[in-house]
């Protein structure tokens, strides 16, 4: 991706909006472009705005899996971070 803007435009969907993605910002989102494949638009934590990000369901379930770990384990954790 050359230019670090990539303009988009809304389009009428039924009575919602949706926005068309070109080939570059799919490539950048990391997505293979297959329909029913799923964004997240996520606030960021400032506040300050949105971003997309692609939802990559593998990812997902390892991280789970890891945060359920480390609740588990959080003393043993804590305990070997000193």
């Known amino acids: 991706m050359t230019d670090p803007v990539i303009e988009l435009r ?3 969907v039924g009575n919602s909006f949706g926005v068309i993605l070109p080939k570059e ?3 950048a989102l990391g ?3 297959q329909e029913g494949e799923k964004l997240a638009l ?3 934590p400032d506040g300050s705005g949105l971003q ?3 939802e990559d369901a593998r990812f997902e379930r390892k991280l789970a899996l890891l945060r359920e770990t480390m609740q588990k384990y959080k003393n043993t954790l804590r305990a ?3």
């Open 10 to 12: 809304l389009r009428r």
């Open 31 to 33: 997505v293979s472009a």
């Open 52 to 54: 997309l990000r692609h």
């Open 80 to 82: 070997l971070a000193k």
């Open 42 to 44: 996520v606030r960021l």
């Open 25 to 27: 910002a799919l490539e």
